[in-house]
């Protein structure tokens, strides 16, 4: 079967730090694009950032460009995301996504919750 | 990296169809036959669709399809199920990606 599970979510408060992981199993990690995505309660879905199979390329929503940092090891099949200087509105259920190709997102982690609170 | 526009709802009754808009621009939607569709029910994780414009994954019933025209693209569910309520959502490939704002379908 093939699995994403993140962790590392919580209660942060505003100008905080915290660091998502999310780990990969049965399939080929190191030639997929991976990404994450967000969604904050009673809104739609954000994608935040992705990063090429290699680590070579990564982007970002201009929201978090400079806060957050997505990074990726291979050997483990996982995949982190660092957020920095956290705001109430980065508030969000965050997944780990693997893009099948060109924004085509064919498998998705359960989530993990972020709160950005004081 | 504004975000789609969809109409925030839509509705049928069993057995009908509905189609969900999706408006970009010409950097996203109209620049790339990249266009991919999600169901998501609440508290589960978001599905895959539709990718590039119109093809469907393995396991997807053919009653969901995609098209696009300039910067609309369209998802259209036909023969309505009660399993179909959920919120939909269109991405775009850009820089990076976007999505849409979000559709709530209603089975009536």
């Known amino acids: 079967d093939v699995h994403l599970v993140e962790s590392g979510g919580g209660l942060v408060q505003p100008g905080g730090s915290l660091r998502l992981t999310c780990a990969a199993s049965?399939?080929?990690?190191?030639?997929?694009?991976m990404n994450w995505i967000r969604q904050a309660p009673g809104k739609g879905l954000e994608w935040v950032a992705s990063?090429?199979?290699?680590?070579?390329?990564?982007y970002y929503v201009d929201s978090v460009r400079g806060r957050f940092t997505i990074s990726r090891d291979n050997a483990e099949s996982s995949l982190s995301l660092q957020m920095n200087s956290l705001r109430v509105d980065d508030t969000a259920v965050y997944y780990c996504a693997r893009d099948w190709g060109f924004s085509s997102f064919d498998l998705w982690g359960q989530g993990t919750l972020v709160t950005v609170s004081s | 990296q504004s975000a789609l526009t969809q109409p925030p709802s839509a509705s049928g009754s069993p057995g009908q169809s509905v189609t969900i808009s999706c408006t970009g621009t010409s950097s996203d939607v109209g620049a790339y036959n990249y266009v991919s569709w999600y169901q998501h029910h609440p508290g589960k994780a978001p599905k895959l669709i539709i990718y590039e414009v119109s093809k469907r994954p393995s396991g997807v019933p053919d009653r969901f399809s995609g098209s696009k025209s300039g910067n609309t693209a369209s998802l259209t569910v036909s023969g309505l199920q009660a399993e179909d309520e959920a919120d939909y959502y269109c991405t775009s490939h850009a820089a990076g990606s976007v999505f849409g704002t979000g559709t709530k379908l209603t089975v009536l």
């Open positions: 049965g399939f080929s990690f190191s030639t997929s694009w």
């Open positions: 990063m090429k199979e290699d680590g070579t390329k990564e």
